[in-house]
């Protein structure tokens, strides 16, 4: 069954797939590395010095793009209905699409950060604390995105609100992801994939309750 939820999500989710969802976030996320140099100018020691603040950001924003498409879709189609039916937690359900949604969108941004790191003039050393900050802290805003796509999704214009509490509730992923890039060490990767963990334990059963709420009011 959870190989089954899984394939379906994806189907969903990945680029070419119903929703075809990882193409935007990909796009955004480069067309921000292209656009970044042409708003700052051509001085290659500031966007070697900001250019991994911005991927961070850009990554961010990407993640923000598919919330819409996560859970209001089959809610308002009586998926979460047949699934209870059927016997099927709303938690499992939701661990599933939290799996489903990193899938679609964090390889493909990680992928798409060695073109961005290049076009913004990042050495080898600060692009591999960029891969390593993003592959600890995706899950995190993966999981940020679905608990408050899940909590908006019975409310009118609840994808527009969803993509302004992401924000500030994904601030300190941010903060120790971005932050690891000016100091020495890996102790701002390692927070950052330690609150990544946390959240990811949390969301499924936060995300459920709100399904399960929205499913039965």
Same mark, same amino acid.
């Given at each position: 069954?959870?190989?089954?939820?899984? %394939?379906?999500? =994806?189907?969903?989710l990945?680029?070419? *797939?119903?929703?075809? &969802?990882?193409?935007?976030?990909?796009?955004?996320? =480069?067309?921000?590395?292209?656009?970044?140099?042409?708003?700052?100018?051509? !001085?290659?020691?500031?966007?070697?010095?900001?250019?991994?603040g911005v991927?961070?950001? $850009?990554?961010?924003? /990407?993640?923000?793009?598919?919330?819409?498409? =996560?859970?209001?879709g089959?809610?308002d189609?009586?998926?979460?209905?047949?699934?209870?039916?059927? @016997?099927?937690?709303?938690?499992?359900?939701?661990?599933? %699409? =939290?799996?489903?949604?990193?899938?679609?969108?964090?390889?493909?941004?990680?992928?798409?950060?060695?073109? $961005?790191? &290049?076009?913004?003039?990042?050495? &080898?050393?600060?692009? %591999?604390?960029?891969?390593?900050?993003?592959l600890? *802290?995706?899950?995190?805003? /993966?999981?940020?995105g679905?608990a408050?796509?899940?909590?908006?999704?019975?409310?009118?214009?609840?994808?527009a609100? $969803? @993509?302004?509490?992401?924000?500030?509730?994904?601030?300190?992923?941010?903060i120790?992801? $971005? &932050?690891?890039?000016?100091?020495?060490? !890996? *102790?701002?990767?390692?927070?950052? /994939?330690?609150i990544?963990?946390?959240?990811?334990?949390v969301?499924?059963?936060?995300? *459920?309750?709100?399904?399960?709420?929205? %499913?039965?009011?």
């Open positions: 069954m959870i190989g089954t939820l899984l %394939r379906r999500d =994806l189907g969903l990945l680029p070419g *797939g119903r929703g075809g &969802g990882g193409v935007l976030p990909l796009l955004f996320f =480069l067309a921000v590395a292209m656009l970044y140099p042409f708003a700052v100018g051509p !001085d290659a020691q500031l966007l070697a010095r900001t250019g991994g991927i961070w950001v $850009a990554a961010l924003l /990407a993640a923000i793009l598919p919330l819409e498409k =996560l859970v209001s089959d809610l189609a009586g998926v979460f209905d047949q699934l209870h039916l059927r @016997g099927i937690s709303e938690e499992l359900v939701m661990a599933v %699409r =939290l799996l489903a949604h990193w899938l679609a969108f964090a390889p493909l941004l990680l992928l798409a950060t060695l073109p $961005a790191a &290049g076009l913004l003039g990042l050495d &080898g050393p600060t692009t %591999r604390t960029v891969l390593l900050g993003l600890a *802290g995706t899950p995190g805003l /993966a999981a940020v679905l408050v796509a899940a909590l908006t999704a019975a409310l009118r214009g609840g994808a609100l $969803a @993509g302004l509490m992401v924000i500030p509730l994904a601030v300190p992923i941010l120790f992801g $971005a &932050g690891a890039l000016s100091t020495t060490g !890996d *102790g701002g990767i390692a927070l950052a /994939a330690a990544s963990l946390g959240l990811c334990a969301t499924p059963f936060v995300a *459920g309750a709100a399904i399960r709420s929205a %499913r039965e009011g």
